[in-house]
Nanobody
């Protein structure tokens, strides 16, 4: 089992920044990829960014590329999502997720919700215009 706890959400004006954190505990050594997803009211949960736990390679959704940065601190078992130049359409509940399924093709597999085994409770991000 892996437990994930997100923090760092809040209310920010358009153009502002927030940094989300996701602290992982439990059997984290079996985790291959950590991801961030988001879900706006009435919409499906969508992929935002992913990072390989070993090696640190990253992948982003086109909608956040160049504005968001995913990173990890292995010593703290924590993943971060730095969000800059926020837009009202970034408003959503943001979820951290851990995958213990191994795939070589990150864009093909780790952008999909079923590829992740554990999820955090979510943190609300609201961007006002």
């Amino acid at each position: 089992q892996v437990q994930l706890v997100e923090s760092g959400g809040g209310l920010v004006q358009a153009g502002g920044s927030l940094r989300l954190s996701c602290a992982a505990s439990g059997r984290t050594f079996s985790t291959y990829v950590m991801g961030w997803f988001r879900q706006a009211p009435g919409k499906e949960r969508e992929f935002v960014a992913a990072i390989r736990w070993s090696g640190g390679s990253t992948y982003y959704a086109d909608s956040v590329k160049g504005r968001f940065t995913i990173s990890r601190d292995n010593a703290k078992s924590t993943v971060y999502l730095q969000m800059n130049s926020l837009k009202p359409e970034d408003t959503a509940v943001y979820y951290c997720a851990a995958s213990q399924q191994y795939y070589t093709d990150v864009p093909r597999y780790y952008t999909e919700v079923p590829r992740y085994d554990y999820w955090g409770q979510g943190t609300q991000v609201t961007v006002s215009s």
